[in-house]
């Protein structure tokens, strides 16, 4: 009986769509034609959460440089300590040439840092997140060389201390197509300068730093069009009214913690289309007075089409309140996924 050849132009798509690991690694060991096709499959993203999953898929491609080739996508969120695995994971990044997405995340207890791990990496990515032990010299040398990079969370422990001033940051010439920034404090007072940054997510920011380089940062946060903003509680902070007097061109706000009063400020966005209450403080607005303030919010933006107001937890998941301008709320609560600033715009695709 002849043997079936099926094109790999057809298989190719059904491959593509298949999504179980145990399944494409069977598909490997059929035949060399499935080998062929579903290897770049396999290898191309890793998001494993278990030293197992890590151990395993790092030995492999340190072992074999055809398969680290394929990897595009790679995650370590907590994982990676000290000892054999931070040495195989040094070693595996070294060798994922094609990688444009990176996720690091170390584990607490770890002495490691990211710019050890990626000193001697040769990929031009395109997202970074990068949470916690960044040492900062190390790793501003590498990215200075990432002139892909479109998406970057920064979030380091040590930059919580507020009490010194804005140190210095890349060059100018670094990071030129860089979109979307998720950091902390200082760090965007320090990166959003002569770079097209147009989504922002800043936590936590004083409004003494602030309104000591705001002539600095003025121009880039009237070019922003979507923003998550973490104010303090605190009533007699100025952070959004020093900022909102820049966002000229914002499209997308979220607003974490702060105060009421702060509501009044919100009206002065002119291009404003999406409005995102997540801070729990909002809840405290009773049910029959909410349709008086959207009605205040719509009113007063003339671009406005909706408001998401942080209504509490369902099974652990923060949902959200929709109101639409000229209806009443509705019926199926969003959960924060549905409603944050990312999703809004996709910017991380």
């Known amino acids: 009986m002849a043997s079936l050849i099926i094109p790999a132009e057809l298989i190719r798509p059904i491959i593509e769509n298949i999504t179980s690991t145990s399944t494409l690694h069977s598909l490997c060991l059929s035949s060399k034609l499935l080998r062929s096709e579903t290897e770049p499959i396999l290898y191309r993203s890793f998001t494993g959460t278990s030293n197992e999953a890590h151990t395993l898929f790092l030995t492999t491609i340190v072992n074999n440089q055809r398969l680290a080739d394929f990897v595009r996508v790679f995650y370590s969120k907590g994982v990676i300590g000290n000892g054999t695995l931070g040495a195989l994971t040094r070693l595996g990044l070294e060798r994922m040439h094609g990688l444009k997405e990176l ?14 791990l990626l000193e001697h990496c040769a990929f031009s990515l395109e997202i970074l997140v990068c949470h916690d032990h960044t040492k900062e010299s190390g790793f501003i040398k590498f990215l200075e060389h990432q002139v892909s990079l479109k998406y970057f969370e920064w979030w380091d422990n040590s930059w919580w201390d507020n009490s010194r001033d804005v140190p210095p940051g890349l ?46 940062i003025s121009e880039e ?39 009421t009063d702060d509501f009044n400020l919100i009206s002065t966005l002119p291009c404003l289309r999406v409005l995102v209450l997540s801070s729990r403080n909002y809840v405290r607005i009773p049910v029959d007075e909410r349709q008086g303030w959207m009605q205040t919010f719509f009113a007063g933006c003339p671009h406005l089409t909706r408001v998401d107001i942080y209504h509490g937890f369902d099974r ?34």
């Open 221 to 259: 946060l009237s070019r922003l069009l979507s923003m998550s903003l973490a104010l303090r509680s605190d009533s007699e902070d100025k952070t959004f009214m020093l900022l909102s007097k820049s966002l000229r061109s914002l499209e997308f706000l979220e607003l974490l913690d702060g105060d």
């Open 103 to 116: 996720v690091l995340s170390l584990h607490q207890d770890s002495s490691l840092i990211a710019a050890s």
């Open 171 to 216: 060059s100018s010439t670094a990071l030129p197509n860089l979109c979307t920034l998720s950091s902390f404090g200082t760090i965007p007072i320090r990166l959003l300068p002569g770079r097209r940054i147009r989504h922002l997510q800043w936590m936590s920011p004083k409004a003494k730093d602030i309104q000591s380089h705001l002539s600095n």
């Open 316 to 349: 652990s998941r923060r949902m959200y309140e929709r109101w639409e301008v000229g209806d009443a709320p509705n019926e199926r609560l969003l959960t924060y996924e549905e409603v944050s600033w990312t999703s809004a715009f996709s910017q991380r695709l």
